[in-house]
């Protein structure tokens, strides 16, 4: 009984494909004919385009495993050193009220202060 479930719903499938597909008869309209070569085409240049996407994506994932697998020690001794903490600049009162007011040292010296 489930074979014949799966087949059913693969016929139906297969009717609905061939449904969707429009096919000019001799008394088609010119405008409807060159509809339909217009989709085909876009159809296999879809096909085309998702082939060529799926290559390029394998193909990158292959180079990336490759180069993690050549730079795996240098990977595992940068994680593993300890960065040392950064130290944040201490702005003063003057330079955070000009930085609050969009002001910066352009604003402040004219532009002959970034000429000398």
């Known amino acids: 009984m489930k074979k014949d479930k799966k087949t059913e719903e693969s016929k139906q ?3 609905e494909d ?11 309209h010119p ?3 060159e ?3 217009l989709q085909s085409w876009m159809h296999i240049r879809t096909e085309r385009y998702m082939k060529k996407k799926q290559r ?8 990336r495993y490759e180069i993690l697998q050549k ?4 990977i595992k001794e940068l994680d593993a050193t300890p960065l040392p903490p950064q130290k944040k600049p201490k702005l003063t ?4 009220s000009s930085s609050r007011r969009g002001e910066s040292d352009v604003d402040k010296g004219g532009v ?3 000429l000398k």
Do not use: A, G, V
Not at 18 to 26: G, L, Q, V, Y
Not at 93 to 96: A, G, I, L, T, Y
């Open 31 to 33: 405008l409807e004919y």
């Open 112 to 114: 002959n202060s970034c």
């Open 71 to 74: 730079y795996e020690d240098k």
């Open 18 to 28: 061939s449904m969707d597909r429009w096919i000019p008869s001799n008394s088609t």
């Open 56 to 63: 390029l994506q394998d193909h990158f994932l292959k180079e």
């Open 93 to 96: 009162h003057q330079e955070m």
């Open 13 to 15: 499938e297969e009717n």
């Open 35 to 37: 509809l339909y070569k």
